[in-house]
């Protein structure tokens, strides 16, 4: 048995980029999440941390996405992990890992500014 789950609760970094493979609409953008700072047993201070994650919607999520998510919005997501192979132009092997989205749920959105 295995498992590829991912939980993540962060606020998204930019605007949902939407885009059509055939007829089914995918979205994508960037979450961050972060870990707050804090001062260990030692008395070593730890810096807050923030991790970037990239994060593909598709069909209705995506056109909800494009509807209600915008930079600054607050989320919760569960999906799985993937990662891509390509070469660019110069035939340099390139990767990326994904967070496919599976349920999603909006928690906040960004204030009016």
């Known amino acids: ?7 993540l609760i962060g606020n998204v970094g930019q605007d949902p980029e939407i885009r059509y493979i055939e007829t089914r609409p995918v979205a994508s953008f960037t979450l961050a999440t972060t870990e707050r700072a804090y001062t260990n047993a ?10 970037w994650h990239r ?6 999520a995506a ?3 494009e509807k209600y998510i915008r930079k600054g ?12 192979v390509w070469e660019d132009r110069n035939t340099i092997k390139r990767s990326v890992t994904e ?15």
């Open 1 to 7: 048995m295995s498992v590829n789950k991912v939980i």
């Open 42 to 51: 030692a008395g070593v201070q730890i810096p807050e941390r923030t991790e």
């Open 55 to 60: 994060i593909v919607m598709w069909d209705r």
């Open 63 to 65: 056109e909800t996405a």
């Open 73 to 84: 919005t607050k989320l919760y997501i569960e999906g799985r992990l993937r990662t891509r």
């Open 99 to 113: 967070i496919y989205v599976d349920n999603f749920d909006i928690l906040s959105r960004p204030s009016a500014q």
